[in-house]
């Protein structure tokens, strides 16, 4: 079982950065492909950014273009979002997921296709 933890959430104005963590266990996160999701109060779960195991590819969604850059650190297991420009509009639970098998999975947008999820971090943008 992978255990996933992010960290790195808080209060921001608007038009402030957070840069969020995500940190794995065990001693294989290198083969996963890894996304971040933001969650609403009373939304759904939606993609905002993946990477692949390597961190040869990126891909992010259409909100996250040019405001946001993922990336990863495999020899410390730890995934990162550096959000940038927030708007209050970003406040959400944040959440990181892995995937574990399968081809372009840095490019997954649905949670139901990915195999791990942290507990979340929230992310508050003040107006």
């Known amino acids: 079982q992978v255990q996933l933890v992010e960290s790195g959430g808080g209060l921001v104005q608007a038009g402030g950065s957070l840069r969020l963590s995500c940190a794995a266990s065990?001693?294989?996160?290198?083969?996963?492909?890894m996304g971040w999701f933001r969650q609403a109060p009373g939304k759904e779960r939606e993609f905002v950014a993946g990477?692949?195991?390597?961190?040869?590819?990126?891909f992010y969604a259409d909100a996250g273009k040019g405001r946001c850059t993922i990336s990863r650190d495999n020899a410390k297991n730890t995934v990162f979002l550096q959000m940038n420009s927030l708007n209050p509009e970003d406040t959400a639970g944040f959440y990181c997921?892995?995937?574990?098998?399968?081809?372009?999975?840095?490019?997954?947008?649905?949670?139901?296709?990915?195999?791990?999820w942290g507990q979340g971090t929230q992310v508050t943008v003040s107006s």
């Open positions: 990477i692949s195991k390597s961190a040869s590819s990126t």
């Open positions: 065990g001693r294989t996160f290198s083969s996963y492909a």
């Open positions: 997921a892995a995937k574990v098998e399968g081809f372009y999975n840095y490019r997954r947008r649905r949670v139901d296709e990915y195999d791990y």
